[in-house]
């Protein structure tokens, strides 16, 4: 089933302003929004905070990947922020998948906890070059099967790995999908991309979405023209 805010923006930015001019014209009921490590890393908690405190559901997207202790303090502290979704790196390993799983147990906000299985921006050869010989799909599956096995809730993957993943996961585990265009944008860094409506079709559950939107002379403009693209015909 569609979620009916499957559409997650990200807020890719230098600074609070930027964000805010944006935000203040969306709606917290039609989207959910990012924070990566862009904005993070310059604004801080405070960027976190601010956007929970204006209604919205925040994915923190640090991709934490360390060793357990330090992922689980760190997803303890995601949690506190009031984060609706926070990540792992589903490399980082069982053992600190666990960890951080365990580190969720018993919150009063209880965040979805999702791992990141092959970053969309990899092809082929990139990860050849790093050691792993193979299609991508390949890998993203192991580390989907992974990820379910500690008890997370989804993964990061491309909507291109959507529909194998969707034959060997539970219907619930979430697929959360960056990498996502409307025909005639430009790539960008992306390599496995596909556009918002074949994403869902393939079982993504939530679309991820920066420089589309951000990019846009009229942001606004873009997020309706993706929404509608995503209603029935
Ligand atoms: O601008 P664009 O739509 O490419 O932004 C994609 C967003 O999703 C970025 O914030 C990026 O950090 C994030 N992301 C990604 N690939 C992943 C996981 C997250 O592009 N595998």
Not at 118 to 122: A, E, G, R, W
């Given at each position: 089933m569609v979620d009916h805010k499957a559409l997650i923006v990200a807020l890719d930015f230098d600074d609070i302003d930027s964000v805010l001019r944006l935000t203040d014209q969306l709606d917290p009921s039609l989207c959910r929004v990012k924070v990566g490590k862009q904005l993070f890393t310059r604004v801080g908690p405070s960027a976190v905070e601010q956007l929970v405190k204006r209604g919205f559901d925040v994915f923190l997207d640090l991709k934490f990947h360390d060793i357990p202790n330090t992922v689980a303090n760190a997803v303890s502290a995601a949690a506190d922020l009031g984060v609706w979704m926070t990540n792992v790196h589903a490399s980082g390993g069982s053992s600190m998948m666990n960890a951080a799983r365990e580190a969720l147990v018993g919150r009063q906000n209880k965040p979805l906890l999702t791992a990141v299985t092959?970053?969309?921006?990899?092809a082929e050869a990139d990860l050849a070059e790093v050691g792993f010989q193979g299609a991508a799909l390949a890998r993203v599956v192991a580390l989907a099967k992974l990820t379910e096995k500690a008890g997370l809730d989804g993964v990061v993957c491309s909507a291109q790995e959507a529909s194998e993943l969707r034959k060997v996961v539970d219907p619930a585990f979430a697929l959360v999908t960056p990498g996502i265009r409307l025909k005639g944008d430009a790539m960008g860094d992306q390599k496995r991309v596909v556009d918002p409506a074949a994403a869902i079709a393939a079982g993504a559950n939530y679309l991820v979405m920066g420089r589309s939107i951000t990019a846009a002379t009229d942001p606004i403009a873009a997020i309706k023209r993706i929404l509608s693209s995503l209603e029935p015909e």
């Open positions: 092959v970053l969309t921006s990899m």
